[in-house]
């Protein structure tokens, strides 16, 4: 055998060898058949990129973490954002291939790994304030989400969704406080590319709140005025000033029209 062929059949196992290490994912749903049985769903959706044991592999983050467990799968599944059709695809919110029973067969095995994140809350919002939900919303939520909800653009491409969206739970809002859906397990200041959101500390009590005033903000109803499609405060003050100087120049110009007539 020649050195050049021998060169070929070297770098030819080594390119299968390599594709074999990089190929653990299966996309979700290539297994037909309606099941409730958690460990199963799990196997045939999660596991390919989270790994059997949750432990987490190249194509997926672990999910036995400080924030893991009932609440982060709950909001992850139930908001559609998994399973993924591509590891290399970005969650965005889409409906959940899932039912409500097989979204508790999935959490309640994945709270077998040993997460110890928060369990899946039943927040009130009518026994929240809105009035304290908007003064909370707007010191920890605000900057970006936008006062009236309507989501934003962030630094390092981040996008902070809007929330004006009725199909939003009260549960799932709860949730993503909690949770902070897209940090790492172990990155409480959310380093650039690990998601934007952190979780917070809020009390059962204080979560009911904001979770009534987003509830006030997705029953839509504008009072007072021109809603500038919600667009937040720097505009609605960009508008005040161009309206107000334009309002005194024209006033100041007919004054001085009239007086040059006298």
Not at 126 to 148: I, P, Q, Y
Request: charged fraction near 15%.
């Amino acid at each position: 055998m020649s050195r050049r062929w021998l060169v070929f059949l070297v770098l030819l196992v080594a390119g299968c060898g390599y594709g074999a290490t990089d190929s653990p994912y299966r996309p979700p749903q290539s297994e037909t058949g309606f099941t409730t049985d958690g460990a199963v769903l799990y196997a045939r959706e999660c596991a390919w990129c989270h790994g059997a044991d949750g432990a987490g592999t190249r194509n997926g983050p672990n999910l036995d973490g400080e924030l893991d467990g009932g609440a982060y799968t709950h909001f992850m599944v139930s908001s559609g954002r998994m399973p993924l059709g591509s590891p290399r695809v970005k969650a965005v919110r889409a409906p959940t291939p899932f039912t409500e029973e097989q979204i508790s067969a999935l959490i309640e095995h994945v709270e077998m790994f040993g997460g110890d994140g928060p369990t899946v809350p039943d927040p009130d919002p009518t026994g929240g304030s809105v009035s304290e939900g908007l003064r909370l919303f707007a010191a920890n939520c605000a900057a970006c989400h936008s006062s009236a909800g309507g989501g934003g653009t962030l630094t390092g491409g981040q996008v902070a969704p809007s929330l004006d969206n009725p199909e939003i739970t009260p549960r799932q809002i709860a949730e993503a406080m909690l949770v902070g859906p897209g940090c790492a397990n172990r990155d409480p200041a959310c380093a650039r590319g690990s998601g934007a959101m952190p979780n917070f500390d809020f009390t059962p009590a204080q979560v009911d709140d904001i979770v009534a005033y987003v509830g006030f903000l997705q029953q839509g109803g504008d009072h007072g005025g021109w809603s500038i499609g919600r667009s937040g405060p720097v505009a609605e003050g960009a508008v005040a000033l161009i309206v107000g100087l334009g309002a005194m120049l024209a006033a100041g110009r007919w004054i001085g029209t009239r007086v040059g007539e006298d």
